[in-house]
């Protein structure tokens, strides 16, 4: 029995100090924190995973982060953005499947013809699928009255990644420039939060240079932020990108993998009302690594409706699963005979609790 484990999980908040000991428990204690962090997922949050129908919308990006393949340097990729009737195309069929709610995401642009083609989409949307599907978007830094306008359109959460929320280390692996400015992603996402909308962020997890303490601080950062939602991975190399050109280790991908469901699982046990991610990045190092993330608390799954024929030119890392995932008897794509007791919770938006209790209290 591990009684250093269960101690700190029985604390009422935990510190630093106890989320390092848990990052680095060891597999058997690791099973221990898992069941703790379903346990907890269970009571506050039911049994059931929602659904987040992602449409890839455009792979053209102006910036340059060091590790992901749709970098604007990165010239092997074809670049496309979807037409209007492809974006309806996919929303009406996730609407139709009853999935309760897209994400659209991008590259990030900020020019106003991007601006407004997003705007009209999202009206449209909402006005074909009787306001009932949700809209989420993860469409980068943008001006304040851009997230403004969004909402104002219909969309009502955003999921905006600070990466890491170690200063250092942002800038260890995004070029040193004015568009890669660790602060200006923060205002950001102060704005998104501030505008009303649900409020996600994550980190990637297993970068270079990073270490366990900074996975902490970035626990507690999103506790602090008071965030809603979290979509975290493992970071796994793009051998187009400068911190993707050695290849990959899959003995690191696999422990990647590991750290990213600790990360999970004391997430859960610290916010344990918000939605997380069961990310495809997981899917992508391990199979069942989707399943293995509910399993650990997740809550969210993305399966991709972007038309088939855009999918290889949205591999931000390698090996994303280009195929469709998606079929009519399964739409999740998740292997549900690993996930006792869990059901897909069709044709609701699956709005974070959190959000809910965190508005009621501020206007109080
Ligand atoms: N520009 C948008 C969407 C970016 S892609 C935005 O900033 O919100 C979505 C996420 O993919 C990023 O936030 C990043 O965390 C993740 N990502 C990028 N490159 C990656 C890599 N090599 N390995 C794992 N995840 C990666």
């Known amino acids: ?23 680095k428990c060891d597999d058997e204690q690791a099973v221990f924190l898992f069941n703790s962090a379903a346990n907890v997922r269970e009571k506050y ?22 590790y992901c393949g749709i970098r604007r340097e990165n010239r092997k990729i074809r670049r496309y953005t979807l037409t209007k ?5 996919s929303a009406l069929y996730a609407y139709r499947m ?30 074909k699928t009787d306001n009932k599907l949700g809209i989420t978007l993860s469409l980068g830094e943008q001006d304040r009255d851009v997230y403004q306008r969004w909402f104002d359109a219909g969309a009502h959460r955003y999921l905006l990644r600070i990466e890491t929320s170690s200063i250092d280390l942002y800038r260890k692996v995004h070029p040193d420039d004015r568009m890669h400015d660790y602060y200006r992603r923060l205002d950001c996402l102060r704005a998104i939060q501030d505008i009303g909308y649900q409020t ?64 999970i699982a004391i997430l859960r046990i610290i916010m344990k ?63 549900l005979g690993l996930l006792p007791g869990i059901s897909i919770g069709l044709g609701k938006w699956g709005d974070a609790a959190h959000f809910a209790a965190r508005r009621s209290v501020s206007s109080d």
């Open 85 to 89: 009737d492809e974006v309806i195309e």
């Open 1 to 23: 029995m591990n009684y250093g484990i269960k101690s700190i999980l029985e604390k009422k908040e935990l510190d630093s100090n106890d989320i390092i000991t848990l990052l």
């Open 273 to 335: 009302n918000i939605n997380i991610v069961a990310s495809t990045a997981m899917q992508t190092v391990d199979r069942t690594g989707r399943e293995k993330a509910i399993m650990c608390g997740a809550n969210i799954i993305m399966p991709n409706l972007t038309p088939a024929r855009y999918r290889d030119d949205y591999k931000i890392y390698a090996g994303k699963p280009g195929y469709a995932e998606v079929d009519e008897d399964n739409i999740s794509g998740l292997d």
């Open 45 to 66: 949050l039911g049994n059931n995973v929602y659904l987040r129908g992602l449409i890839e919308y455009s792979n053209i990006c102006g910036k340059n982060c060091l």
């Open 200 to 263: 996600g962020t994550g980190v990637m997890i297993g970068l270079p240079f990073q270490t366990i303490n900074n996975l902490a601080d970035d626990l507690i950062f999103m506790r602090d932020f008071d965030i809603d939602m979290c979509g975290m991975g493992p970071f796994i190399e793009h051998s187009d990108t400068p911190l993707g050109l050695n290849g990959t280790n899959n003995l690191f991908l696999r422990e990647r993998v590991g750290l990213t469901l600790r990360m």
């Open 98 to 127: 009853n999935f309760g709610s897209i994400a659209i995401q991008a590259g990030e642009n900020t020019s106003s013809a991007f601006v407004e083609e997003i705007e009209n989409l999202i009206r449209i949307i909402r006005r």
